[in-house]
């Protein structure tokens, strides 16, 4: 079973950290090479193989950075599902663990003695550990209640509403069969036909539709580099504020958090990178793939059809 690493906990984030990855993105980004050729491309027509495959290394170097930033500053969740784990146990619980497993060990040297000051300070000790896991598991609502509330206090960035869900635990099941398909790309060319068909349910005039393309190609070869409209930094700074927090790309791992707490570095890659994208006309690899993830509207819908 492949083991997939959690996502670093931004919610977690506290200023230094968010300081840290700052940092660290800002060193990483300067050992990005840049595509000078593609860059300081003009040619609105331009068809470099060579500028197309550098312009993919460069989104990928950028992405990189991000990442790797964040894995070494951001601090990751725990692993949930753990066999034992209570909550409140590391207040209540683990210092009557450890105190138990002393005099476990110290009964154990005196060869397991039936009587005597050993034999019952282990049992005392033993009770008391296993009375407060007791009372940590009636008391288990009120802790996390109480926790919740102090991680929203303490952090305006976390969503209510996504908190409650977590806590509840209420996650709609994902089938693994759709109309009848099992595997992910027989799901995936299922789901491309429907699109396909969706997309190209209204009829048009051929010869319409290739008469607009040709006046189109034909006022982009006549306007020129003139008519490209640059992304500057300002521009990618004020996208990066209007981006909400927890949103992710469903592919490679980056979420919108990479870009609220990034510098202007940041954002003078990213603007590089999208004006040379509109001089040629092409995107990276990693933003032409997308995620889709139905949503069965209804208590009762049928999860294993397209609707």
């Known amino acids: 079973m492949l083991h997939v690493r959690p996502s670093p906990s931004w919610v977690k984030a506290t200023d230094m950290h968010i300081a840290a990855y700052k940092e660290t993105l ?30 993919n290394v460069y989104a990928s170097q950028i992405a990189t950075a991000c ?17 034992g784990c209570i909550p409140g146990s590391t207040e209540f619980v683990d210092p009557l663990r450890n105190n138990s497993l002393f005099w476990h060990r110290m009964w154990v040297d005196c060869r397991r003695p039936r009587n005597g000051i ?41 969503d209510f509403w996504r908190e409650v869900k977590r806590i509840r635990c209420r996650r709609s099941n994902v089938s693994s069969v759709v109309d009848g398909q099992s595997s992910p790309v027989d799901i995936a060319n299922m789901f491309a036909s429907k699109y396909h068909e969706l997309y190209t349910s209204v009829s048009y005039d051929i010869v319409d539709m290739k008469n607009i393309r040709d006046e189109l190609n034909s006022s982009i070869h006549y306007a020129g580099y003139d008519c490209i409209s640059f992304v500057n930094t300002a521009d990618v700074i004020h996208a990066c504020n209007k981006l909400k927090l927890g949103k992710r790309d469903g592919t490679i791992g980056l979420w919108s958090h990479h870009f609220i707490h990034s510098r202007s570095e940041m954002a003078t890659h990213i603007s590089l990178l999208f004006s040379a994208m ?8 990693d933003m032409c793939s997308s995620t889709i993830i139905p949503v069965p509207k209804g208590k009762h819908a049928n999860v294993t059809r397209f609707q």
Request: with cysteine.
């Open 26 to 55: 800002c060193t990483r980004l300067k050992d990005t090479v840049l595509p000078y050729s593609a860059i300081l491309c003009k040619d609105v027509c331009c068809t470099n193989i060579d500028h197309i495959d550098s312009l």
């Open 67 to 83: 990442l790797s930033s964040a894995n070494d500053t951001i601090p990751f969740p725990r692993c949930r599902g753990t066999r």
């Open 118 to 158: 050993v034999a019952e300070v282990m049992r005392k000790t033993r009770a008391q550990y296993h009375a407060a896991i007791r009372k940590a598991r009636r008391k288990e609502d009120n802790i996390v209640n109480d926790r919740f509330a102090a991680a929203l206090a303490a952090n305006r960035n976390r």
């Open 278 to 285: 509109l001089i040629h006309g092409v995107a990276p690899d």
